[in-house]
Structure formats: structure tokens, C-alpha cells
């Protein structure tokens, strides 16, 4: 299996080394991990695109490449340019350092990854890491996720239905906030919705007398419904959230009719 890695916390983040070990025990030894990721940081992108202007792309290494563009921008990078002549079986995007359940989906440089892969008709998996009091402390906040990333992989490969959507179903993972060895188990749940845990603005002046503002999420510690993504990582299991990139309000489209 040939699988292209990317994340949005950068080529140099912890999370990707952990993705590097997942991969490569999922492609197996006759198998090849490719890297495309991003030069710095690009946490809270989306599914942004450098349309506007061109971009830089270093190799570093055999298969392992930066791009000076977003977490979409290097899936593109990694089909349409370094690998070309041998499109990937698979793509995997994080492991992200902190969660994308919840409406943080909707921010997530991560996700975006793993939506632009499916809209490129390829299989992917977005995977994150819930950071909590019980992991945040630990020698490797990673644990969970390291330990029992690729068989989560491998069992959403093995139970992938046929998918014959115009938008092709993509896959979000979130490992829960706890050691290992304290994983509930797995659940495949819907996307939840936090409520009053928002993302605001911060003022702040510098020394120059100058304003300047900073985004800051809110309580990551907020559950969402029960039976949804926020609720199970919170209760010790990994969420599975099978997604598309349809954005319709199908559920509204006949009330809507009177328009017509």
C-alpha cells in the first residue's frame, strides 16, 4: 500500500512522527510512506487553497517533502506533483495536536486535508488528539493514539462501505484524552456540538500602543450530545465520524419549496 501523510501543525510536529508510525505499520514492509506537510504551522485553515499565489515545495528527504501552502494545498501537492506517477492508496492527515470533534471540525486544517483527498476520489482518515488533564502530563500526550492508531485505521479500511456518492465519504478520528491502557473502547458516532464553547477574539495592546487581537477557542471540556463525538472522547473512546463534503441542508430542501 502507498499511503501520502500531511497534518496542518507542521513537518516538524510530534503528532506527525506519531502518523509516520502508524503508516508505515499499515502500509506494511513492502509498502511506502510519503510525506507532504506543511513548512510551518497552519493550524485553523480549513479546507483553504493557496489559489491566489504559488507556492514552495522543498524535498527534504527520500518521500518527504514541505510545502510552503495549507494542509488541502499539500494533498494536491502530493497527487498532482511528487507523486504523479503513483497515485496513493490512501491518505492519512494528522495526528492533530489537540481534538477536532465538535465545531472545531469546521476550523480544522486536518480536516480539510482529509476532505480535499476525497474530493480528489481518495480514501482518507483525518486523525486528532484530545488533550485533558489525565494525558496533557504524560511522557507521550500521544499515547493513545500511537498505541492504538493503526489498528483503528485497519478496521475502518476493512468495514469502508461502498461509496458511490458524488462526494465521497471521508473518515474523522479522534483519540480520547487518556493513557493507553485507559481506552474504553471505539465508537461511530456523529459530529456534536459543544454549545456556548466558541471561538472569540482577545484584545491586547503592545507596547507600541498598538491593537491587536487573538482568536482563542473555548472549553474544550464542553460536552456535546450524548452519543456524539465530544461526549464519547470525553468518556475514554475514540470517535469515528464518517463525513462528506455535501454541505446542503437536505432535511430543509422541501420546506423550502414554496421559493419555487
Not at 499499515?26 to 504559488?54: K, L, N
Not at 466558541?198 to 491586547?204: G, K
Request: with cysteine.
Amino acid at each position: 500500500m502507498r499511503i501520502l501523510l500531511t497534518n496542518d501543525d507542521g513537518i516538524n510536529a510530534p503528532g506527525l512522527a506519531v502518523l509516520e508510525e502508524i503508516a508505515a505499520e499499515i502500509a506494511g514492509p513492502d509498502g511506502e510512506v510519503w510525506v507532504v506537510a506543511p513548512a510551518f504551522e497552519q493550524s485553523g485553515v480549513g479546507h483553504c487553497i493557496s489559489y491566489t499565489r504559488p507556492m514552495m515545495v522543498i524535498k527534504l528527504a527520500e518521500r518527504r517533502y514541505a510545502a510552503e501552502g495549507s494542509p488541502a494545498d499539500c494533498v494536491m501537492v502530493g497527487v498532482h506533483d511528487v507523486m504523479k506517477e503513483m497515485q496513493p492508496d490512501l491518505v492519512l492527515s494528522g495526528v492533530n495536536r489537540g481534538n477536532n470533534a465538535g465545531e472545531n471540525t469546521l476550523y480544522s486544517g486536518t480536516i480539510g486535508a482529509a476532505m480535499e483527498a476525497a474530493l480528489q476520489g481518495l480514501p482518507a482518515i483525518a486523525l486528532s488528539q484530545f488533550y485533558g488533564p489525565d494525558n496533557r502530563d504524560l511522557n507521550d500526550p500521544f499515547e493513545v493514539s500511537r498505541v492504538h492508531g493503526a489498528r483503528v485505521v485497519r478496521s475502518i479500511l476493512d468495514n469502508n462501505p461502498p461509496d458511490g456518492g458524488d462526494y465521497r465519504l471521508f473518515y474523522n478520528v479522534n483519540f480520547p484524552p487518556v493513557p493507553a491502557d485507559a481506552l474504553a473502547g471505539i465508537r461511530v458516532v456523529a459530529q456534536g456540538y459543544r454549545g456556548n464553547s466558541r471561538f472569540s477574539v482577545l484584545p491586547q495592546n503592545a507596547p507600541s500602543g498598538r491593537r491587536f487581537l487573538w482568536i482563542q477557542g473555548g472549553d474544550q471540556r464542553q460536552r456535546s450530545a450524548p452519543g456524539t463525538d465530544v461526549a464519547v472522547n470525553l468518556d475514554g473512546y475514540i470517535s469515528v465520524t464518517p463525513m462528506r463534503a455535501d454541505l446542503t441542508a437536505h432535511d430543509q430542501l422541501d420546506a423550502l419549496k414554496a421559493i419555487e
